[in-house]
């Protein structure tokens, strides 16, 4: 049997004896010719409506996810048909925007900016990065691709992951209660999963010390809303986030205008970095599919939180 894929870019090199057909996720779904599809390449970053393809492909054998947190994806895939994510390439784009949010926030890059609006020249000294304690709550791939910049500009990291590596100088969870009150930056690179959940609330947000910068490039269900919304609010704690809990976040919600505090829309992984990567990665799967060779990034369906 011809072996077929969907793919959401044209200009990808298929090895000999796989055809392909284009969905970029933008569109109606594809109707027709999907009985022989065995590999399923999703169209990154489109909404939801590509993946309720997943049931109408009987041969499917591979999926392949560009996204590196998959767990919304995992129970859509049918028992059987093996999931592939994309690790590994988002990390320097997050990386960056992580770094990127800490300076603005220990710069108070949002004031400078309003004061260039008013074109006003009033100076005063700022927090620091170098020589900051900063609390890195997720140590897989992208959390190592963080911890280099920040090393890079000399702060004191302190890893943290599921569990405990002390061969690596990683700390486990458990020990969050220990570490937080030392902290002066918690960056979060959390999935959404039963474990991570609510794991910062309103205790360990209360442990941390005054002035603390809460920066969050996971999933925003790891972050406790209320809680960060009523330390935000009151000026004890900053925060600089890319995801929230909900997400978007609803007009008039007081975090959006609350002191210290950026957001962005959830846009850290789409730098122009991420697709070139991403393609060479589609290649290579297709390449080791056709091959009969093991794909890369397989997912198990059981990860606890990155690292």
């Known amino acids: 049997m011809t072996e077929r894929a969907i793919l959401p870019w044209s200009d990808i090199e298929l090895p000999e004896g796989l055809s392909a057909r284009l969905y970029d996720g933008r569109g109606p779904l594809p109707e027709e010719g999907l009985d022989d599809v065995e590999v399923y ?3 990154y970053d489109t909404g939801a409506e590509p993946m309720k393809l997943l049931s109408r492909l009987p041969s499917l054998k591979l999926v392949q996810s560009l996204s590196a947190g998959v767990e919304k994806l995992i129970p859509l895939v049918p028992a059987g048909v093996r999931l ?3 690790r590994g390439l988002h990390d320097l784009s997050v990386a960056e925007h992580a770094l990127a949010l800490i300076h603005a926030s220990q710069r108070n890059l949002p004031r400078w900016f309003a004061q260039q609006a008013a074109a006003s020249w009033v100076r005063e000294h700022t927090r620091s990065l170098a020589d900051s304690r900063v609390l890195l709550v997720g140590h897989g791939s992208i ?4 911890e280099r910049q920040l090393v890079a500009a000399e702060a004191i990291v302190t890893r943290v992951a599921s569990t405990a590596r002390p061969a690596e100088r990683v700390h486990g969870v458990g020990e969050l209660a220990e570490l937080l009150p030392s902290a002066d930056i918690v960056v979060l690179i959390l999935p959404e ?4 959940t609510g794991l910062f609330g309103a205790a360990e947000l209360a442990a941390l010390p005054d002035g603390a910068l809460v920066v969050n490039v996971g999933r925003g269900s790891a972050v406790d809303t209320a809680a960060l919304t009523a330390e935000a609010g009151s000026g004890r704690l900053r925060a600089a986030l890319d ?8 007009a008039g919600h007081p975090l959006w205008t609350a002191p210290g505090v950026i957001i962005t829309p959830h846009i850290a992984g789409g730098s122009a970095s991420f697709y070139p990567r991403a393609k060479r990665l589609v290649a290579e799967q297709l390449r080791r599919y056709a091959a ?5 990034n397989l997912v198990n369906g059981k990860d606890g939180f990155e690292g």
């Open 84 to 86: 592939a994510n994309g």
């Open 143 to 146: 959390g190592r691709a963080i």
């Open 41 to 43: 390449v999703l169209p």
């Open 243 to 250: 995801v929230v809990d909900p997400e978007p976040l609803p």
């Open 193 to 196: 999963t039963p474990a991570t």
């Open 292 to 296: 009969g060779e093991e794909p890369l």
